[in-house]
C-alpha cells in the first residue's frame, strides 16, 4: 500500500523544460607582479554611497583651500616683483634707509595677535621685497593708538620750537646719530594704517596733536626744595664695621637684593580731554607741515560669532581678493605716489558713495558750515569713508553707548577739521604702475627694465 502522502515523482515533461544550472565563471587568475610583491589583488569597482559623499565634500573643500592658496601667493609674487627694482637701488653708506610707519591696533573683541598676522602675511612680504625699513606702532585697547599718534605729534612740534622741549631715549639716539654724520631719508615717508578702528584713532590723534596743548597742562608740581634745617641738622649716618652684620662667604645672597626691580620709564603726562567740539575754536599749531603723511588704509576684515561663521568660511576661501587688496596699498605706499584727499563738496567720493546721518553732521566752522547750506549739502571727506563696510562686522557691545559715557573714538562718527583734513594726503598706485602689475601677472614681464650704459637688461 502506497502513502499518499509521499510526494509523486516529477513528469518527465517537467524536469525536461528546467534548464541546468552553470557553473560559476572561474576567478581571474592575480597578476604575477602583484603576486610576486605580495600584494593583493585589487578588483575595480565603484565606492559605495556614503563613499561617494564623503570623497566629493572633502575633495570639493581642499581643491577650493589649494586654489585660493596658490591664487594669492601668486598674487603676493606680482606685488613684491613690482617693488622689487627698489632694493637693487644704491644708497649711500652714511644714509638711513626709507622708514614707513605701520599703526596697527586690536580689532574690536579681539587681541593683537589676529592684526599681526593680518599685517606679517600681506604688508610684511611686500616691504621687505622693497627692502625698506618700517617702525611699528601697536594699541592693545581702544583710545591707546589715539594717545601714542597725539604723542609722537607732540613731540615733533616740541622739536621744531614749541613749548618745552623733553627729552627721552629718541632724542639721545638722534643726537648720537647727528655726531657720526648719519642722515636720515630725506625725501617722502608715510604710514600705513591697517583697519578701520586704527583709522579712526589715528586720525583722532592727529588732531589731538595738532590742535591741542604741546605740553601737558596737568604736570604734577615739583617738590619743594629742602630746608637749610633739614639739610644740616641731621648729617646722614656713616656706616661702620661694627654696625654691618657679620657675613661669611657661604651665605647665599639677600633676596632683596636679587628681587629688586630695575626702575620703569615715567608714564606720559595726562592731558585734558579735547573733545570734537572745540575743533573750530582751536589754534591751528604754527609748525605743522604743508603735507601730513601720506598715508594708506589696509582693510582688515573681521568678524566674530557662531552665526558668522558662513561668512567666515567665505572670506577664509577668498583670501586672494583681499591680498590683492591689501598689496596693491602697500605697493603704492613703497611707490610713494600720492595725491590729496577730496571732499564731496568739489568732487565724488573716490572710495563710493555713503550716507552721512543729519544728526551727527561734524561742527565745521561758520564759513564751511555756511557752504555747505549754501549747496544743500554738508562737506564730507575721502577719509570718513575709508573702511566704513568694516563697522557692520563690529561686536554689537562696542556699538551700544552706556548711560554717561562720553565721547569714544570707535563709536562716534569720524569727524575732520578742514585745516588739518586738506593738508593729509593718500598713497595711490599711478596707471602705469596697475598695467606693469598687470603684465607681471600674465608672464610678460619679470620686473622693471633698467638702462645701464648701452645694455639693458631686466631687473
Known amino acids: 500500500m502506497t502513502d499518499s502522502t509521499s510526494p509523486s515523482p516529477a513528469s518527465p515533461s517537467t524536469t525536461a523544460s528546467t534548464p541546468a544550472s552553470k557553473p560559476p565563471p572561474a576567478p581571474k587568475p592575480p597578476n604575477p607582479v602583484l603576486r610576486a610583491l605580495g600584494l593583493p589583488t585589487i578588483r575595480a569597482r565603484l565606492p559605495s554611497r556614503n563613499w561617494l559623499i564623503f570623497l566629493t565634500v572633502t575633495s570639493s573643500i581642499a581643491s577650493l583651500i589649494y586654489y585660493d592658496k596658490r591664487q594669492t601667493r601668486l598674487v603676493r609674487e606680482k606685488w613684491c616683483t613690482l617693488v622689487s627694482h627698489q632694493a637693487r637701488e644704491p644708497l649711500p653708506t652714511k644714509s638711513l634707509p626709507r622708514k614707513l610707519t605701520v599703526y596697527l591696533a586690536a580689532p574690536p573683541g579681539d587681541g593683537l595677535k589676529y592684526v599681526r598676522d593680518h599685517f606679517k602675511e600681506y604688508v610684511k612680504p611686500v616691504l621687505v621685497a622693497a627692502a625698506l625699513d618700517w617702525e611699528v606702532v601697536e594699541g592693545r585697547k581702544e583710545g591707546q593708538l589715539e594717545e601714542k599718534v597725539a604723542e609722537r605729534t607732540r613731540k615733533l612740534r616740541r622739536r621744531n620750537g614749541e613749548g618745552v622741549i ?41 588732531h589731538k596733536g595738532w590742535l591741542g596743548p604741546v605740553n601737558s597742562p596737568l604736570a604734577p608740581p615739583s617738590p619743594p626744595p629742602p630746608s637749610p634745617e633739614e639739610t644740616f641738622d641731621s648729617p646722614p649716618s656713616i656706616p661702620t664695621d661694627t654696625d654691618a652684620p657679620a657675613s661669611t662667604s657661604s651665605e647665599a645672597p639677600s633676596t632683596e637684593v636679587l628681587n629688586k626691580e630695575e626702575p620703569s620709564k615715567p608714564s606720559p603726562l595726562p592731558y585734558e580731554p579735547l573733545p570734537i567740539s572745540s575743533y573750530p575754536s582751536l589754534s591751528l599749531s604754527p609748525s605743522i607741515p604743508q603735507v601730513i603723511g601720506p598715508t594708506t588704509a589696509i582693510p582688515l576684515p573681521h568678524i566674530l560669532g557662531f552665526l558668522n561663521t558662513p561668512t567666515r568660511i567665505y572670506r577664509f ?24 584727499y577730496i571732499s564731496s563738496s568739489t568732487s565724488s567720493l573716490a572710495t563710493g558713495d555713503v550716507a552721512f546721518p543729519a544728526d551727527e553732521a561734524p561742527p565745521w566752522s561758520s564759513t564751511d558750515r555756511a557752504e555747505g547750506e549754501r549747496q544743500g549739502k554738508e562737506r564730507i571727506w575721502e577719509q570718513e569713508n575709508l573702511l566704513v563696510e568694516e ?6 557691545s562696542i556699538k551700544r553707548r552706556k548711560e554717561g559715557e562720553g565721547e569714544r573714538v570707535w563709536l562716534d562718527q569720524m569727524v575732520l577739521d578742514p585745516r ?9 598706485l599711478e596707471r602705469s604702475e596697475e598695467e606693469r602689475a598687470e603684465r607681471i601677472a600674465r608672464g610678460e614681464e619679470k620686473g622693471r627694465v633698467e638702462r645701464k650704459g648701452d645694455e639693458e637688461k631686466g631687473v
Not at 167 to 184: F, M, P, R, S, T
Open 391 to 396: 563697522e557692520m562686522d563690529w561686536l554689537k
Open 317 to 340: 576661501l577668498n583670501r586672494r581678493h583681499l591680498a590683492d587688496t591689501a598689496g596693491r596699498s602697500t605697493a603704492a605706499a613703497v611707490l610713494a605716489s600720492s595725491r590729496p
Open 166 to 206: 623733553v627729552e627721552d631715549d629718541e632724542d639721545i639716539l638722534e643726537q648720537a646719530k647727528k655726531n657720526a654724520g648719519v642722515q636720515d631719508w630725506d625725501g617722502v615717508e608715510g604710514d600705513i594704517v591697517i583697519g578701520r578702528h586704527t583709522l579712526k584713532e589715528y586720525v583722532r590723534g592727529l
Open 420 to 428: 588739518i583734513a586738506e593738508r593729509m594726503q593718500v598713497f595711490e
